[in-house]
């Protein structure tokens, strides 16, 4: 399958062996996208690689600027404005939306759900896309956020727009879950199928929705909170059976519980300045750190070791991807053929961000 199935949104080869429709074995090839990301961190100032973590996962540019510039700020022990803080929360969360928006509904496209439902998580997720737009004039790879603080402040008018996005998104979330949760074929094709166990899950260090779908309640949100996260009242959700039904349940849920962080954060946005002037070339004291967030996809993580120098000495990414697809030839052994885009398609993964 591959290397250019229309299942992924970037390149991805699956070789599949089969005893009939039976999956015997499953090798996945990657690779297709790789650009040498962390060796090009070594060449570029800490400023300078901001835009290019737009490039990992680039369904979800936002998350990964913010995961790569906590990394620096922890790296530099600086701290940042409460307001930045905030307003880091909101378009992160407001971005996870957006990302399981099309992991959930290029999910139903695999599955023959043809055009329909896609279309209307694009419509949902335009809405955040234009505000995003306002907030940094991109609409896909943003390099919003800056060391220590963003790029811009919320422009005027910004919280309102806000509010109006969580209030019409929280319906149009229960209508995508009443369209596929009362389609009998697609919970034909998802129950029981690509079942992920806790104890799999946790050895292949899968993260995120795909971990929690199998039960685990692990959230660096909650487990070890960044910004200001411990500050907002939200749920984990999680699954009992870990099948591709329910890595698709815990994503719609997620999207219930972003809204409520965003509400709580817009109610205690504090005022200030949230741009900080640092400096364009900086030089961190040497060391070395380790920053992990909670991407749409899981754990994302930096790596970087520092010699003083204006350029990381050595950058390791931990994307969520990797992991998540890793387990993919696990989850469709004895599988019908027909399953594995439906198992591929629920784990959500995204090739850049496997490839880095």
Not at 294 to 313: H, K, M, N, Q, T
Request: with cysteine.
């Amino acid at each position: 399958m591959g290397p250019q199935h229309p299942s992924t949104h970037g390149v991805l080869y699956l070789e599949v062996r089969l005893s009939g429709e039976t999956v015997v074995d499953l090798i996945t090839h990657i690779g297709y996208l790789h650009r040498g990301m962390e060796k090009i961190a070594e060449n570029r100032t800490y400023t300078q690689f901001i835009p290019y973590t737009d490039r990992l996962d680039y369904v979800a540019s936002m998350t990964n600027n913010l995961g790569y510039v906590l990394a620096v700020e922890k790296l530099m022990k600086a701290e940042i404005p409460e307001r930045a803080k905030y307003i880091r929360v909101i378009v992160a969360e407001l971005q996870r939306i957006a990302s399981h928006l099309v992991g959930i509904t290029t999910f139903t496209q695999d599955l023959g759900a043809f055009a329909t439902p896609l279309f209307y998580g694009f419509r949902e997720r335009e809405k955040i896309l234009d505000l995003f737009d306002e907030l940094c004039g991109n609409r896909l790879t943003y390099d919003y956020m800056r060391i220590g603080g963003v790029q811009f402040d919320l422009p005027k008018g910004a919280g309102g727009k806000i509010r109006g996005i969580v209030k019409y998104m929280g319906p149009k979330i229960d209508d995508l879950e009443n369209l596929f949760s009362s389609n009998a074929i697609f919970v034909a094709r998802t129950k029981g199928v690509g079942v992920l166990t806790k104890e799999k899950a946790l050895n292949y260090s899968v993260t995120g929705p795909n971990l929690r779908a199998s039960g685990v309640k692990w959230d660096l949100r909650k487990d070890e909170p960044y910004l200001c996260y411990d500050r907002f009242n939200f749920d984990i959700p999680t699954g009992s059976n870990g099948d591709s039904w329910d890595r698709y349940k815990v994503r719609i849920e997620e999207m219930r519980q972003s809204l409520r962080i965003i509400e709580q954060a817009l109610d205690g946005l504090p005022e200030g300045d949230p741009t900080v002037k640092i400096g364009r070339v900086i030089k961190p004291a040497p060391g070395e750190v380790y920053m992990r967030t909670e991407a749409p996809r899981g754990e994302l993580g930096f790596y970087i070791v520092s010699d003083g120098s204006a350029v990381p000495y050595r950058m390791k990414i931990r994307s969520p991807s990797f992991s998540n697809l890793a387990v993919l030839s696990e989850l469709v052994k004895g599988a019908k053929v027909a399953d594995v885009v439906c198992v591929l398609g629920s784990l959500d993964i995204v090739v850049g961000d496997t490839d880095r």
